[in-house]
């Protein structure tokens, strides 16, 4: 499961992709608009700034807005930069690999098998979603929505 940290991130990087106009937004606005604690999402924002996908301005006409396109960003890097590294067992980390104590036998362990699996199959999504992709089906599924008809009498 994402923490809610990830989760108010991806719909903050939502919100800059959708409203991007080149002008910094308030973190002000970013909270009322997505329903984010405020407090928290600053220190989301400067997490995120830290990790290459946003940039501020500082004084009159601040803010925050992104650093790279929203095609740029993956799912996969805002986990990385606010989580780590995802790895549901710790023999599958890539950067620090450690041996699970009742594992006799890491190259036979049925488990690290279907894990490493499950793995590589959640990477590959996170991989291929961006936060454009994000962005542009949220808005299918509300034009979808929108011209939904109802036949009742």
């Not at 009322?32 to 946003?54: M, W, Y």
């Not at 490493?116 to 996170?126: L, S």
Request: aromatic share 4%; hydrophobic share 45%.
């Amino acid at each position: 499961m994402i923490s809610k940290k990830t989760k108010y991130a991806l719909k903050a990087l939502g919100y800059l992709a959708e409203h991007s106009t080149g002008a910094p937004i308030l973190i002000a606005e970013l909270a009322d608009k997505e329903n984010i604690p405020k407090k928290f999402l600053e220190a989301i924002l400067v997490a995120l700034r830290k990790g290459g996908v946003l940039k501020s301005r500082i004084g009159k006409g601040g803010g925050y807005m992104l650093a790279v396109p929203p095609e740029e960003i993956t799912v996969s890097r805002v986990v990385l930069i606010l989580e780590g590294e995802f790895a549901p067992l710790p023999c599958l980390s890539d950067t620090n690999p450690t041996r699970c104590d009742e594992c006799d036998d890491q190259a036979s362990c049925g488990i690290r098998l279907v894990m490493r699996d499950v793995k590589n199959a959640v990477m590959a999504v996170m991989d291929g979603v961006s936060v454009a992709d994000m962005v542009e089906r949220s808005k299918a599924v509300r034009m979808k929505n929108l011209k939904i008809v109802d036949y009742s009498i």
